[in-house]
């Protein structure tokens, strides 16, 4: 299995590749899903009825029961303290709302576009994600 | 409603490429950043999957005006590599390396109702707001 990981790895992030093309092409909007979530939390322009945001996450939300029900293990738990999860959920919100993008936002999309915002902010939560399972893992000794 | 039937059709194929890429296995995301452990760089691939695609979809589509359902395409940001981008960058890093969740495998996984995703998705959901409603204060003072 772990031999055709890279291939999966590819043929997934094609999808993603072709789910942001078709948004952007269809509906000029960005697939990113943290900017996505920003805008149902606090819309930013009045608009009426439902927003596409809303029905971008209910195709998400589906997804995930097609996963779920067709693939259940592709589906893995994060096995950490409700702490540690509670934390880090916020300093994703926070972060992703702070620097306007996440690894969808920043770092497909935007580099797709040859953005220099996006691969700068790309290489730098690269870099602090590394850094931190690094100290979590190997200096605090976590999830061993 | 051409447009939402779209983002929802778009949702769904993003949640499935995540699937199937792995992404939404926070062990395998942890692994991937893992980088002076257990390595596994199988991640990598999903990144250049997805800028491959993209990027030549963009370059293709690149002499159209305007999207085919809207009347114009989103405009990115016009702002420089400053520090508010930097910073949320260094602390959405930290979050995502302290769980293995990023923003959209979080929410595919959250019909799976495991307790990790339940904690996450919430505190993530205060963030974003906490962030908005400073930032919002701010502007409305300067």
Not at chain 1, 112 to 121: F, K, L, Q, T
Not at chain 2, 69 to 92: N, Q, V, W, Y
């Amino acid at each position: 299995m772990l031999d055709v990981a890279w291939l999966s790895a590819l043929l997934g992030g094609a999808l993603i590749g072709a789910s942001a093309s078709l948004l952007w092409f269809a509906s000029g909007r960005v697939a990113g899903i943290s900017g996505i979530l920003a805008g149902l939390i606090a819309p930013t322009a009045a608009e009426s009825g439902a927003r596409w945001e809303l029905f971008f996450v209910l195709g998400l939300l589906g997804g995930g029961v097609l996963l779920r029900v067709l693939a259940p293990e592709t589906l893995g738990d994060a096995p950490w303290s409700t702490l540690q999860l509670v934390v880090a959920g916020f300093l994703v919100g926070a972060g992703t709302r702070l620097g306007s993008g996440c690894t969808s936002g920043h770092g497909v999309c935007g580099i797709s576009r040859g953005s220099r915002r996006s691969i700068v902010a790309t290489l730098v939560f690269m870099a602090t994600a590394m850094l931190t399972v690094f100290v979590l893992k190997h200096v605090l000794g976590w999830g061993r | 409603m051409l447009s939402r039937l779209l983002a929802l059709t778009a949702g769904l194929a993003f949640a499935l490429g995540l699937g199937i890429a792995g992404m939404t296995r926070p062990a395998n995301v942890i692994a991937f950043l893992d980088v002076t452990g257990s390595w596994d760089p199988a991640l990598a691939f999903v990144m250049m999957g997805a800028v491959g695609v993209h990027a030549l979809a963009l370059l293709l589509g690149r002499r159209r005006t305007r999207p085919l359902l809207e009347p114009r395409f989103e405009t990115p940001s016009k702002a420089g590599i400053d520090a508010r981008l930097i910073a949320g960058a260094a602390i959405f890093g930290v979050g995502w390396g302290a769980s293995g969740f990023c923003p959209g495998p979080a929410l595919v996984a959250l019909m799976s109702f495991s307790p990790s995703v339940l904690a996450f998705v919430p505190a993530m959901v205060v963030g974003t707001a906490t962030v908005q409603r400073v930032s919002s204060r701010v502007r409305a003072q300067i």
